[in-house]
Nanobody, 122 residues
Framework: QVQLVESGGGLVQAGGSRRLSCAAS????????MRWYRQAPGKQRELVAA???????NYADSVKGRFAISRDNAKNTVYLQMNSLKPEDTAVYYC????????????????WGQGTQVTVSP
């Protein structure tokens, strides 16, 4: 059984910064890609940033240059550093990961965290 637990959400003023963390725990053999998604009220969930096990990253156009995703493989943790925050960044942020739980199988399963609210005030 695998769990992803996000932390770091809260209220921040526009122009400020916030760092989100997501720690994976449980029966983990290896974590492949890790991602951050967000969902604002009345909108679809969207991919914000992703990072491979090797550290390659990609970002949504709306956050390029402001957000940075990173990971600590030893801690099974992914981070999202958010700078120059805007009110339109207000959303619930979700961690997502592809995780191998069996060493003898190359297949991975996809897991979601419970989400953490980030609110950016004008």
């Amino acid at each position: 059984q695998v769990q992803l637990v996000e932390s770091g959400g809260g209220l921040v003023q526009a122009g400020g910064s916030r760092r989100l963390s997501c720690a994976a725990s449980g029966n983990i053999f290896r974590i492949n890609d890790m991602r951050w998604y967000r969902q604002a009220p009345g909108k679809q969930r969207e991919l914000v940033a992703a990072i491979t096990s090797g550290g390659n990253t990609n970002y949504a156009d709306s956050v390029k240059g402001r957000f940075a995703i990173s990971r600590d493989n030893a801690k099974n943790t992914v981070y999202l550093q958010m700078n120059s925050l805007k009110p339109e960044d207000t959303a619930v942020y979700y961690c997502n990961a592809d995780i191998r739980i069996r060493p003898w199988s190359s297949s991975s399963q996809n897991y979601w965290g419970q989400g953490t609210q980030v609110t950016v005030s004008p």
